[in-house]
């Protein structure tokens, strides 16, 4: 008994850790609660997840032992980084990692990774502690013991991946119990590797528009992380759109709305994609297989351009492919030092509008702005701060005041909002003939201890993180319909650009119906994926 106590030892102290892992992230239950509901559900089930369980415990206790160094290392490597990765994720969203949260990290890493590390530095560096606890740990056990075990024993943390993975496809990757962080979030990656979203080429679109263009010109302006109850032109309690304000005649306001989802990459792609509130989450994925809004732009007569100041170079973003840009005939975005500064980001933007519009009337235009996205003390330069105290250099969330940090994107909101405005229309002739509708992708919480997630949150999100504004500018207005809805934004584009109302669907108007926007997997392949319809009271 003496020769396995140190893989017992070992064996106690996962089972610690992993109880302390369950008891942060249920904050009432432990480990034990769970035997004990499976036990009232179903006998069966309780033994099935008491042995996995069980042998998910005894493969990580007894990898420091086996006997290769090469093959212990590699292990405990994977051990760490997930402990890692998934006590970062407790740390952000009170839950640890999810699939959907899985799917978000790898369709919006390249783009935004900078800015969560920064953000959320102290969150990470928890969860990277863990990790390197973890690695110390397989150290001490294989200098402290001489004890080693077959290379054979391999097969048990393998076999454990193996029983995660069929409990993850059984409950489609929404079992929500706990499981040893490194089983857990391998096998999210065995689940999700198969279930990869669609990539190919779009189908062709055979109708055409019966009807003239009402615009020379439509532009879409989607910015990034913006609340529409922190804009002064719908709360006059903060001063962060005064230039807005002055040119109050020049748009229509719609007010506070619901956004489409609470992330990015889903808005977007449901945009681009000519996206139906009735088809989410898109089981049959329309939104990549479908022809794209600027497929029906270049049908309807008009050049296409897409103009971001989200991504660089020609790193795409937001599920567009390759496929994507056959047909987009301008495609813009940042390659310099300066055009990359996010403090200058959408002035330069808003220049290079100007500049494309002056050579190529008759467009319809995507425009992704840099926005409101966090580190918000990034976005703006320092004499801008009109709101103090706030957040300054690489200064993270977790220790600063709700006021502080409110502060610091209230200064965000008021640079790359308003600032960008004034930057595009200090010649409003840009705006004859022209339509330019701007809503936000999504809204966005201001952290507090008890919620630090902003947006993207996959289950029962605040409804901060889908209230965004949405303005309709034109020289006339009376040409078309302003919808105070997000999802009747492809509609009214439609029309304007000359399809008939069964195409366009603008007869379809439900402006009664209930507000809300969606969350949690968006391409799921199987019906019980986390998805919901979060609904919003406006008033």
């Not at 193996?162 to 040893?180: E, Y």
């Not at 502060?407 to 330019?436: C, E, G, V």
Request: hydrophobic content about 40%.
């Amino acid at each position: 008994m003496k020769r396995y106590l140190p893989i017992l030892l070992s064996l106690v102290l996962i089972f610690i850790l992993e109880n302390t892992f369950y008891l942060l992230n249920s904050k009432t239950e432990s480990l034990l609660d769970i035997f004990v509901f499976f036990s009232n559900k179903s006998l069966f089930k309780s033994i099935s997840y008491f042995l996995t369980f069980l042998i998910c415990i005894v493969s990580i206790a007894i990898s420091p032992y086996i006997r290769n160094v090469y093959i212990a290392v590699i292990i405990g490597f994977i051990i760490s980084l997930s402990y890692a990765v998934d006590f970062s994720y407790l740390n952000i969203n009170g839950r640890g990692v999810t699939l959907t949260d899985l799917t978000i990290l790898f369709s919006e890493f390249q783009n935004y990774s900078r800015h969560v590390f920064s953000t959320y530095s102290s969150e990470i560096q928890y969860g990277l502690l863990v990790g390197i606890g973890i690695i110390i740990f397989f150290y001490l056990c294989r200098i402290f013991t001489d004890k080693r075990i077959s290379n054979y024993f391999v097969l048990v943390p393998i076999f454990s991946i193996i029983l995660t993975s069929a409990i993850q496809v059984k409950t489609a990757a929404t079992f929500s119990f706990g499981l040893p962080s490194p089983q857990k979030v391998l096998s999210y990656l065995v689940y999700w590797y198969p279930y990869k979203p669609y990539y190919g080429d779009r189908e062709e679109l055979y109708v055409k528009p019966e009807f003239s263009k009402k615009y020379t010109n439509i532009i879409w302006i989607i910015d990034c992380s913006i609340n529409a109850n922190y804009l002064g032109i719908n709360d006059s309690t903060y001063n962060t759109t005064p230039f807005l304000e002055k040119k109050s005649n020049s748009y229509i306001n719609a007010g506070r709305v619901a956004s489409i989802t609470n992330c990015s990459s889903t808005s977007n792609i449901f945009l681009m994609g000519m996206g139906n509130k009735n088809d989410l989450p898109d089981h049959k994925e329309k939104l990549l297989r479908n022809p794209s809004i600027f497929t029906y732009a270049k049908n309807a007569g008009y050049k296409t351009a897409y103009i971001s100041a989200s991504s660089e170079g020609n790193r795409l973003q937001n599920y567009m492919t390759y496929f994507d840009l056959a047909d987009i005939d301008y495609f813009f975005q940042p390659n310099t030092k300066e055009e990359k500064d996010l403090r200058y980001a959408d002035e330069i933007l808003a220049d290079h509008i100007k500049g494309y519009l002056e050579k190529n009337d008759g467009s319809f235009i995507y425009v992704v702005k840099s926005g409101a996205h966090f580190p918000w003390q990034l976005n703006y330069p320092s004499e801008q701060a009109i709101y103090k105290p706030c957040l300054i250099g690489n200064e993270g969330i977790s220790d600063a005041s709700y006021q502080t940090i409110l502060n610091t994107y209230l200064n965000s909101i008021r640079w790359k909002t308003d600032h960008f405005f004034q930057s595009l229309l200090k010649d409003t002739s840009i705006l004859d003939n022209t339509l330019m509708i701007y809503t936000s992708d999504h809204g966005q919480l201001i952290p507090s201890n008890h919620n630090k997630q902003t947006h993207c949150n996959t289950r029962d999100p605040d409804i901060q993180e889908g209230i965004v504004p949405l303005l309709y500018f034109s020289n006339d207005l009376s040409k078309v319909r302003q919808p105070k809805s997000m999802f009747r934004f492809i509609p009214v584009t439609l029309d304007v650009m000359g399809y008939s109302p069964d195409v366009s669907g603008i007869n379809a108007f439900l402006d009664f119906e209930k507000p809300g926007f969606f969350y949690g997997h968006l391409f799921p392949k199987h019906r019980i994926h986390q998805s919901g319809i979060k609904e919003i009271h406006l008033k």
